[in-house]
T-cell receptor, first 117, second 111 residues
């Protein structure tokens, strides 16, 4: 149980275009989902927290107009990188918190590798 | 905010030996202490966690010990195997709050 999927697993896009990444909780309902970014050989950095049906809360330094997050249902959150640039190339990872589980547990997805050319 | 330090940054052990990774945190409100294992190109996987009302927890070859007074907790892996080679992250958090990841420890198990 407690499986989180991400789609796509990798994507290559041209500079200036937008790309959408999906995060799904497959066997549980997630009231809260988190989006992280991880650069090579670095740790995970939290970008934003999204709660179902409300606006996402962004961490300091993360541009909310560039990284659009939508959490429209209890099993799906999306991250759209708008007007992507090469410096946005990174590994994007989502996690989800089970609405019926312990408040501190997060289940992580497998990640999405974004390359902007 | 929470400051997290993880040591060592790299650890090489011989197969069968033990490995210990230490995580120091600053926020006294933290009461959830997980360890994650991340293999190359994959998302992190929770391997063990502990709550603040417990001093030690063990799951087969893996254990976590917590010293809340000193604000540190450690991951212990015994009888290491090549498949234990990965990057390990600690991520302490206050109850219901967001995880703050350490910088990570690269563990290499030599066979």
């Amino acid at each position: 149980g407690a499986v989180v999927s991400q789609h796509p697993s990798w994507v290559i896009c041209k500079s200036g275009t937008s790309v959408k990444i999906e995060c799904r909780s497959l066997d549980f309902q997630a009231t809260t989902m988190f989006w992280y970014r991880q650069f090579p050989k670095q740790s995970l950095m939290l970008m934003a927290t999204s709660n179902e049906g409300s606006k996402a809360t962004y961490e300091q330094g993360v541009e909310k107009d560039k990284f659009l997050i939508n959490h429209a249902s209890l099993t799906l959150s999306t991250l759209t990188v708008t007007s992507a640039h090469p410096e946005d190339s990174s590994f994007y990872i989502c996690s989800a918190r089970d609405r019926t589980g312990a408040a501190y547990e997060q289940y992580f997805g497998p990640g999405t590798r974004l390359t902007v050319t | 905010g929470e400051n997290v330090e993880q040591h060592p940054s790299t650890l090489s052990v011989q197969e069968g030996d033990s490995a210990v990774i230490k995580c120091t945190y600053s926020d006294s409100a933290s009461n959830y202490f997980p360890w994650y294992k991340q293999e190359l190109g994959k998302g992190p996987q929770l391997i063990i966690d502990i709550r603040s009302n417990v001093g030690e927890k063990k799951d087969q070859r893996i254990a976590v010990t917590l010293n809340k007074t000193a604000k540190h907790f450690s991951l212990h892996i015994t009888e290491t195997q090549p498949e234990d080679s990965a990057v390990y992250f600690c991520a302490p958090a206050p109850y219901g709050n967001k995880l703050v990841f350490g910088a990570g420890t690269i563990l290499r198990v030599k066979s």
